[in-house]
């Protein structure tokens, strides 16, 4: 069984003062995809060692942004960074990895292909959202290539939007919010309904509402549950077909958090 978690860690410094690690020692994932990680090279080999995990990380070029990572414990074949945008803002936000699956016995070695994305959070009103909207085409024409392409393949991270009325809890005061516009919403849809991208956490997770995976860090948000999912886990047909098993690793207290996105895990029985 392959798990693979994937986790916006608001700074993966901060994250790790407040108890990643312990986090990372329990639940022993084979991959993990962070978003925001918010530092350099160096500073992620500091916190995730090379001697125990293969590294795949794109740094934000504005300091302190951003930043999506890839540790696997495959060893990995390719790596591809960005979405070729040339747009500053979309740096720290796509990286893609092939990891080498070992084989069943007398079955060919096989790529399982993992991306780690996060997508802007955009401001209504405001060239924020024009900037979100331009990335969320060149992921759409993205994951139209992969899915194309056949073969298995996951892309994770914090999408920063919510699909349906069941993964937000106040979905009626926030229709016209960024996260949850209809314009937006539409972009899942089309991965979804028309590339045929499967929502891991919602086929494993239930009819909702939720589970949530991203509550405000003001006020009782995280107490009462009033939170979005955001955070997805999407496979390509084949994938979904070994996909077993999803599960939100909410904190137990708020003060037990170490972001306020709490990770998405999936089992693959690859």
Do not use: C
Not at 51 to 56: G, K, R
Not at 186 to 199: C, F, M, Q, R, V
Not at 200 to 211: C, T
């Amino acid at each position: 069984m392959l798990s693979i978690a994937t986790v916006n860690v608001n700074g993966i410094r901060a994250a790790y003062r407040r108890g990643m690690g312990q986090w990372l020692e329990t639940r022993a994932p084979d991959v993990l995809l962070l978003q925001e990680v918010r530092a350099t090279d160096e500073i992620l080999a500091d916190h995730l060692s090379p001697d125990a995990w293969h590294l795949a990380h794109e740094a934000s070029q504005t300091k302190g942004r951003s930043g999506v990572a890839i540790a696997s414990r495959l060893p990995m074949s390719a790596v591809r960074i960005g979405l070729g945008t040339g747009v500053p803002g979309d740096s720290g936000r796509w990286v893609e990895a092939d990891l080498e699956v070992p084989a069943r016995p007398g079955a060919p070695a096989r790529t399982l292909t993992v991306v780690s994305a996060y997508v802007h959070s955009g401001t209504l009103n405001t060239p924020s959202m024009d900037e979100k909207y331009a990335f969320l085409d060149a992921v759409t024409a993205r994951l139209r290539q992969i899915v194309d392409g056949g073969g298995y393949a996951v892309v994770a991270g914090d999408v920063n939007i919510a699909h349906r009325e069941a993964d937000i809890r106040n979905w009626k005061g926030n229709l016209k919010s960024a996260g949850f516009l209809p314009r937006e919403r539409a972009y899942l849809d089309t991965w979804i309904d028309e590339l045929g991208w499967h929502d891991e956490g919602r086929e494993l997770g239930g009819e909702g509402p939720g589970p949530f995976t991203w509550w405000s860090w003001r006020g009782k948000a995280f107490d009462n549950d009033a939170g979005w999912r955001i955070d997805y886990q999407l496979a390509t047909p084949a994938l979904a077909e070994v996909a077993v098993k999803a599960v939100v690793d909410r904190a137990e207290t708020y003060a037990e958090r170490f972001s306020d996105h709490a990770p998405l895990v999936v089992e693959y029985d690859l």
